[in-house]
């Protein structure tokens, strides 16, 4: 069992910066590939990042590519997004994931979910 507390999000103006946490409980957590999605009102849950297991390996949607940086601390069994040059268009509630599956993009393939942090990006 994985359990996935986000932290992090809040009121942003147009070219700030958030840093997203996922803090993770279980003793396993190590072993999944962790992704970061985020929803908007009106709008289907995307795909943001994703990261595997050792952080050697990331994935990132075309939208957020050298904005985001994903990045985690198995130490800390957190993973971070760093959100740098904000939009108002990322604008969303932003969750954390836990997966076995190689399918990182694809959240039908999330088994563990996290409750969510808004970020809000005024311009």
């Known amino acids: 069992q994985v359990r996935l507390v986000e932290s992090g999000g809040g009121l942003a103006q147009a070219g700030d910066s958030l840093r997203l946490s996922c803090a993770a409980s279980?003793?396993?957590?190590?072993?999944?590939?962790t992704g970061w999605f985020r929803q908007a009102p009106g709008k289907e849950r995307e795909f943001v990042a994703a990261i595997g297991w050792s952080g050697d390996s990331t994935d990132y949607a075309d939208f957020v590519k050298g904005r985001f940086i994903i990045s985690r601390d198995n130490a800390k069994n957190t993973v971070y997004l760093q959100m740098n040059s904000l939009k108002p268009e990322d604008t969303a509630v932003y969750y954390c994931a836990a997966t076995k599956s190689d399918s990182d993009y694809d959240a039908n393939e999330y088994e563990y979910w996290g409750q969510g942090t808004q970020v809000t990006v005024s311009s």
């Open positions: 279980g003793r396993t957590f190590t072993s999944y590939i």
